[in-house]
């Protein structure tokens, strides 16, 4: 058991961020159009193009959005031309924090970065400060309560390739793979009639920082959260490992 899947759970506690759609649809328009640049415009020929679609679908994003943001990304459409990095630091209570960024302006986006970092009480780092404790893995979320049909699902999922199943949850059931194993997991699991809630490659940390002190682990969250909002970041991986039972208490 890595620790991720309480990380997981604190994801889970800010539905207010993931109900953005707004924000939602512009993160996913960015991945589309880098995925479609890198690879093309074929999402049967490109993994990263046909995962971004699948993403989109699930929010309920539009076809037609769906497609300029390929067309942008093929040149077909004329469209800001992003470019993706990688933003390495630490929170409150020496947490390390891993940011995936795609924008079009990178100085301005580093001083933003930066700010919202200082303001939080944290601090950018150098690049490969933290990136070494973090590895990419498929995470894929079941909701699945315990009882009949639990074990046999954890059974098809490590039949299927993955690599770690957390069951500490009695609602959710969190499947490691490794990134390439990722979409033969899902559809293992989607035919035995799984409810996803989520499956994505994410960074995963290689060791956790607990923090149980409820001060430290509102201003990690607020952080968390602040660096979310901000429309030129993708995704933000922390190796914070907050208690369930603290979790309950804190408000932000």
Partial sequence: MSGHSKWAN???????????????FTHIGRELIIA????????????????????????????????????????????????????????????????NIATDNRNRTASEIRYIFSRGGGNLGESGCVAWMFNPKGVISVTVPAGAGREELILQAIEAGAEDVDDSDDEVLEIKTAPADLEQVKQTL???????????????????????????????????????????????????????????????
């Fill in 36 to 99: 479609a640049r890198m690879g093309g415009g074929d999402p049967e020929g490109n993994p990263r193009l046909k995962a971004a679609i699948a993403r989109a679908r699930e929010v309920n994003m539009p076809n037609d959005n769906i497609q300029r943001a390929i067309m942008r990304g093929t040149g077909e459409l004329e469209g800001a031309a992003y470019e993706e990095i990688v933003y390495e630091g630490y929170g409150p209570g020496g947490v390390a924090m891993l940011l």
């Fill in 10 to 24: 604190i994801k889970n506690r800010k539905a207010r961020v993931d109900e953005k759609r707004g924000r939602i």
């Fill in 190 to 252: 989607q035919a035995a009639g799984a409810a996803i809630s989520s499956a994505e490659i994410e960074m995963v940390p290689q060791t956790t920082v607990t923090i149980d002190d409820p001060e430290t682990a509102t201003k990690v969250l607020r952080l968390i959260d602040r660096l979310e909002d901000h429309d030129d970041v993708q995704a933000v991986y922390s190796n914070a490992d907050i208690p369930a039972s603290l979790m309950e208490q804190i408000e932000i």
